[in-house]
């Protein structure tokens, strides 16, 4: 195991947000800090035969004060979300671009189902309007890389840049990645997070046959739930060094500190504690922390059945002396899949920066099967210093992220 | 209800679980079948294709064994044969 305290600290200095609870970092916030969900009927997909109508969508949202025409013809809803998330992350950041900072910026991004919309018109064109042909960007526009190159177009960063696709995991892993090329030197900043927008016809009747959507909101960790909401967004985060970052004098908004990774090996949607239980050890280890130095964990928190009541098993076995907070935003912002670790990410950062812990929103009833200090409805207003961020996706793969508190300037 | 809708709704769920329809018996329990959470969405599916039926959320969350389900493909298919009013 490397020696924590020789290695270069990192940090964030810039956070970009668009989601089903604002379409800025700020707004986001405010929401997240008043336990405010965005759970409402799914405007953007004809939703009459689906048993579900509900979702968390980035309200009224039109390519046009971020894209011209001709660029959005090129991108699909995910990647415009990834886009305007990185700017803003970039533009917080106050970056200074030389061509040997963006031959030395990673961007790694997470998506999970990639441009759907653009699959399904596709799909309807051929198969239902039998059309003999149709639009050539549709396969620019539909591959799950997308973000990231467009990403990199935006900004001419010319270092490595890839994109995670580990479902429900997928900004988390991305996220982690970015952290540790920078903390092993390969890299001198990262725009990392993850972006998805879900909402297409067919990707939503296969969600439906999975009966896993809830017919009305998301209440994780309360008896009555009963599943997940599905949400789409964007956030990305600037990270660099500690060191670069205090010499050019960037607001620092917090400091990652660790990421761990495991795999249940079980079964490929059913979680498993014991899986949960050793990323959150790994990232807790690689942080070089104890669990009981812990205070926040942001759940993953779906609202299933079977998730929320695995990873009270799984955060009681890593936190066996002590109890800390925990809240899953998800409540808010939704489900959003390949950018859920991104959203949440941020959502633990900002917390630790503002002091306050968001809540888990719409929580009616304790479950006697879960035994957690959870934060119900209401915002805890105290300052902590050290919180996790779960992602434990379908298919098993897990990643949780560790985060701590810089002190104010 | 009907022995051959009974045997109907034993063989779908053999065919969707990938098992014998020999084994598949009305008393036989999930566990004995192997059948799992996502399994038996899966079989869910089949039987709504199989029978043309729509089975709703909340009833899918109830059923617990071999005779519920075929139970609620009686009922399903009863409501949807009964005259309108």
């Given at each position: 195991?490397s020696?924590s305290s020789?290695?270069?600290r990192?940090v964030?200095?810039?956070i970009g947000?668009?989601s089903?609870i604002?379409?800025?970092r700020?707004e986001?916030?405010?929401?997240?800090?008043l336990?405010?969900?965005?759970?409402?009927?799914?405007?953007s997909?004809?939703?009459?035969?689906l048993?579900f109508?509900?979702?968390s969508?980035v309200?009224?949202?039109s390519h046009?004060?971020?894209?011209t025409?001709?660029?959005?013809d090129?991108m699909d809803?995910f990647?415009?979300?990834?886009?305007?998330?990185?700017?803003e992350a970039?533009?917080?950041?106050?970056?200074q671009?030389?061509?040997?900072?963006?031959?030395?910026?990673?961007?790694?991004?997470?998506a999970?189902?990639?441009?759907?919309?653009?699959?399904?018109?596709?799909f309807h064109?051929v198969?239902?309007l039998?059309k003999?042909?149709?639009p050539?960007l549709?396969?620019p526009?539909?591959?799950?890389?997308?973000?990231?190159?467009?990403?990199s177009?935006e900004f001419?960063v010319t270092?490595?840049a890839?994109?995670v696709?580990?479902?429900?995991s997928s900004?988390?892993h991305?996220?982690?990645?970015?952290?540790w090329?920078i903390?092993?030197?390969?890299?001198?900043?990262?725009?990392?997070g993850g972006?998805?927008?879900?909402?297409?016809?067919?990707?939503?009747?296969?969600?439906?046959?999975?009966?896993?959507?809830s017919s009305?909101?998301c209440?994780?960790?309360?008896?009555d739930?009963?599943?997940m909401i599905l949400g789409e967004?964007?956030?990305?985060?600037v990270l660099?060094?500690l060191?670069?970052?205090?010499a050019?004098g960037a607001?620092?908004?917090?400091?990652?500190?660790g990421?761990?990774m495991?795999?249940?090996?079980?079964?490929i949607?059913?979680?498993?504690?014991?899986?949960?239980a050793?990323?959150m050890?790994a990232?807790?280890?690689?942080a070089g922390?104890?669990p009981d130095q812990v205070?926040y964990?942001n759940a993953?928190?779906?609202?299933?059945l079977?998730?929320?009541?695995?990873e009270?098993?799984?955060?009681n076995q890593v936190?066996?002396?002590?109890r800390?907070a925990?809240?899953?935003t998800?409540?808010?912002?939704?489900?959003?899949?390949?950018a859920?670790g991104?959203?949440?990410?941020?959502?633990?950062v900002l917390?630790?920066h503002?002091?306050?812990?968001?809540?888990?929103?719409?929580?009616?009833?304790?479950d006697?099967d879960i035994?957690?200090d959870?934060?119900?409805?209401?915002?805890r207003?105290?300052?902590?210093?050290?919180?996790?961020?779960n992602?434990?996706?379908?298919g098993?793969l897990n990643?949780?992220l560790?985060?701590r508190?810089?002190?104010q300037k | 209800?009907?022995?051959e809708?009974?045997?109907r709704?034993l063989?779908t769920?053999a065919?969707?679980?990938r098992?014998?329809v020999?084994?598949?018996?009305?008393?036989?329990?999930?566990?004995?079948?192997g059948i799992?959470s996502m399994?038996?969405v899966?079989?869910?599916?089949?039987?709504?294709?199989?029978?043309?039926?729509?089975?709703?959320?909340e009833?899918?969350?109830q059923?617990?064994?071999i005779?519920e389900m075929?139970?609620?493909?009686d009922?399903?298919?009863?409501e949807?044969?009964a005259?309108a009013?």
């Amino acid at each position: 195991m490397s020696d924590s305290s020789l290695r270069p600290r990192v940090v964030i200095t810039g956070i970009g947000v668009i989601s089903g609870i604002g379409s800025t970092r700020d707004e986001f916030w405010e929401s997240l800090r008043l336990g405010r969900p965005g759970i409402g009927p799914i405007t953007s997909t004809e939703m009459s035969e689906l048993r579900f109508r509900n979702g968390s969508e980035v309200s009224n949202y039109s390519h046009t004060p971020y894209f011209t025409d001709k660029q959005a013809d090129f991108m699909d809803r995910f990647a415009q979300f990834a886009v305007i998330a990185a700017r803003e992350a970039v533009a917080q950041s106050c970056v200074q671009w030389t061509d040997e900072l963006k031959d030395n910026t990673a961007i790694v991004t997470g998506a999970c189902v990639g441009g759907q919309s653009s699959e399904d018109a596709c799909f309807h064109d051929v198969y239902r309007l039998n059309k003999p042909r149709v639009p050539p960007l549709t396969i620019p526009r539909i591959m799950a890389n997308a973000g990231a190159s467009h990403i990199s177009m935006e900004f001419s960063v010319t270092g490595p840049a890839y994109t995670v696709s580990t479902a429900c995991s997928s900004a988390s892993h991305a996220i982690g990645q970015a952290y540790w090329m920078i903390r092993n030197g390969q890299v001198s900043m990262a725009i990392a997070g993850g972006s998805e927008a879900p909402f297409s016809y067919g990707i939503l009747k296969a969600w439906e046959a999975m009966r896993v959507v809830s017919s009305d909101t998301c209440r994780p960790f309360s008896k009555d739930r009963n599943g997940m909401i599905l949400g789409e967004g964007a956030a990305m985060m600037v990270l660099e060094p500690l060191e670069t970052a205090q010499a050019r004098g960037a607001a620092i908004y917090g400091e990652i500190c660790g990421f761990g990774m495991s795999s249940d090996a079980c079964h490929i949607t059913q979680p498993s504690a014991i899986g949960a239980a050793r990323s959150m050890r790994a990232a807790i280890r690689d942080a070089g922390w104890t669990p009981d130095q812990v205070d926040y964990v942001n759940a993953h928190g779906t609202a299933t059945l079977a998730n929320d009541v695995t990873e009270a098993a799984a955060i009681n076995q890593v936190f066996a002396s002590h109890r800390p907070a925990v809240s899953s935003t998800k409540s808010m912002h939704g489900h959003a899949l390949g950018a859920g670790g991104a959203l949440e990410a941020v959502a633990t950062v900002l917390a630790l920066h503002g002091g306050i812990l968001p809540p888990t929103a719409n929580f009616n009833l304790r479950d006697p099967d879960i035994d957690l200090d959870l934060i119900a409805n209401e915002a805890r207003h105290i300052q902590v210093e050290r919180a996790i961020s779960n992602s434990f996706a379908f298919g098993g793969l897990n990643a949780v992220l560790a985060f701590r508190a810089t002190k104010q300037k | 209800m009907s022995d051959e809708l009974t045997q109907r709704v034993l063989k779908t769920i053999a065919s969707a679980q990938r098992i014998p329809v020999e084994k598949v018996k009305i008393d036989s329990t999930f566990e004995e079948l192997g059948i799992d959470s996502m399994d038996g969405v899966n079989i869910l599916f089949a039987l709504e294709n199989e029978f043309n039926i729509t089975i709703p959320d909340e009833a899918a969350k109830q059923i617990r064994s071999i005779q519920e389900m075929v139970d609620g493909v009686d009922k399903l298919l009863n409501e949807s044969s009964a005259p309108a009013a």
